[in-house]
């Protein structure tokens, strides 16, 4: 059983920055491709980025391109979201989550992240 726990989260002025961290045990990370995803109270849960098993591809979300940048490192089992020029509409629990065969099999619990206007 994988298991992803995400750190890094916290309160930010907009215009500020966060790096978050998803640390992976259980699994054979380097196989993953893994994903950022966020939810807004009251909103459904959106995409935000994925990168493939070895970072030689990344995809973003319209509403984060440019701000947001996704990196892994195999040999630590840990996949981040750098963050920056954050705004109030960022906030959101953001988790990651890792995928086989095109599909989202293990998610993490999330992290809080809130920024002030």
């Known amino acids: 059983q994988v298991q992803l726990v995400e750190s890094g989260g916290g309160l930010v002025q907009a215009g500020g920055s966060l790096r978050l961290s998803c640390a992976a045990s259980?699994?054979?990370?380097?196989?993953?491709?893994m994903g950022w995803f966020r939810q807004a109270p009251g909103k459904e849960r959106e995409f935000v980025a994925h990168?493939?098993?070895?970072?030689?591809?990344?995809y973003y979300a319209d509403s984060v391109k440019g701000r947001f940048t996704i990196s892994r490192d195999n040999a630590k089992n840990t996949v981040y979201l750098e963050m920056n020029s954050l705004k109030p509409e960022d906030t959101a629990v953001y988790c990651c989550?890792?995928?086989?065969?095109?599909?989202?099999?293990?998610w993490g619990q999330g992290t809080h992240v809130t920024v002030s206007s």
């Open positions: 989550a890792a995928a086989l065969g095109g599909s989202y099999v293990y």
């Open positions: 990168i493939t098993w070895n970072g030689g591809n990344t």
């Open positions: 259980g699994g054979s990370f380097s196989m993953f491709t």
